[in-house]
DNA sequence: TGCAAAGCGGACCTACGGTCCGTATTGTTA
DNA sequence: TAACAATACGGACCGTAGGTCCGCTTTGCA
């Protein structure tokens, strides 16, 4: 594939597409407020250029939330401890585990967005598959732990973001405390293996 | 608030409406794709009726899922054990919620419909609020245990509809090794409290 | 400078949830 | 059982939002 490159005021559209989005996001109450015709309006493009860009609205959600995510998954996957693949297991677990809840929680509308975009549910999408098969790989690295493969699931489970939204929002429970929680109930399971 | 008796055929038309968005939810592939126009005219009925009669769509899934959970419910509330009080809070976690995932895994499409329906979060679902209550209240009597309201969260998390669909529908898994995975999960949970 | 090719934009289409209101049914009173 | 309110019916209708189409413009190459 030459996959060649596209032409200038395409890549420009599409950087402006992509900040108006990230704004329109960000300064929302509800997501399925922002819609596809705002971005565009914000944008000051027409509707056919944001789709001939993004193809629907979970491809833009899903650049979008993979850019920003970007950082995290280099530091995971070639970063310095704790993050990075140096790190032990369980302690790199509490670390990815600690890094995905602060993302959710510094991007709280754009992936709360993506999550209830499209009627695909998100253990399709790859960068579930991918998160979810470094957790399993870590998880049957630690002596006498069981099951890991559904363990991934459920702590994943812990931080999706309607989870982090209702807890951080309705609760209003502050970042540190859904912190400190996460890390406690993360530690218990990561224990239990070991005893059970 | 008398609340009168509604007309004969009013009660009537309820019925053939619940019935036939029963039928219509247990056989298709994505809940989505059942609209409200299929269902009025699967009951026979005008959409004015169905609206009428249930609000909104949310207010018939609402409805739907309200009558079949409801005999759990009862279980869980007056029943006998495992799931009713008498039984010792360590059991009748693993029952309860046991028993939550059974009944998802017989109501895939319609649990499934009504947690994807609506922007609102299921969090704010007046029975989530309920089972959470419950499940907390458990957690918290078991001696040595903390932080149940997020552990509560946690263990619900671990059978939403979406991930059990996954499990269930994706991934192939067997009924009975996911609720296998689960009871161990959920074992190693309440055990790691009273050793951290 | 000329000319494809690539891209633009917004009118347009479709589908779905939800409303409205003229008509039909119910049930009550005599 | 006739008459009349109250209640309910049903499907035409509406608004909205995602997504498409195509005549026009911009770009980039020779």
Chains 1, 2 share one sequence.
């Not at 420009?12 to 015709?37: K, S, W």
């Not at 993004?54 to 280099?74: H, K, M, N, V, W």
Request: some cysteine; hydrophobic content about 40%; aromatic content about 6%.
């Amino acid at each position: 594939m030459p996959e060649r490159k596209p032409r200038k005021d395409a890549a420009r559209n599409r950087e402006t597409i992509f900040a108006a989005a990230d704004a329109l996001f960000a300064g929302c109450e509800d997501p399925n407020d922002v819609t596809m015709a705002d971005i565009a309006a914000a944008a000051g493009v027409g509707k056919g250029t944001l789709f001939r860009a993004f193809g629907d609205r979970a491809g833009l959600l899903r650049t979008l939330y993979a850019s920003r995510l970007e950082p995290i998954e280099q530091a995971v996957e070639a970063g310095p401890p704790p993050l990075g693949p140096a790190t032990p297991p369980q302690q790199r677990v509490l670390a990815v585990l600690d890094a995905t809840l602060c993302f959710k929680l510094d991007n709280r509308r754009l992936t709360l967005a993506l999550e209830d975009s499209g009627s695909t549910s998100p253990y399709q999408a790859e960068h579930y598959q991918r998160w979810h098969r470094l957790l399993r790989t870590m998880l049957e690295q630690i002596p006498g732990s069981t099951g890991g493969d559904f363990t991934a699931h459920v702590l994943l489970a812990a931080v999706r973001a309607d989870l982090v939204e209702y807890l951080a929002g309705q609760e209003g429970l502050p970042r540190e405390r859904i912190r400190a929680q996460l890390a406690d109930f993360t530690t218990g399971v990561l224990n239990s293996g070991s005893s059970g």
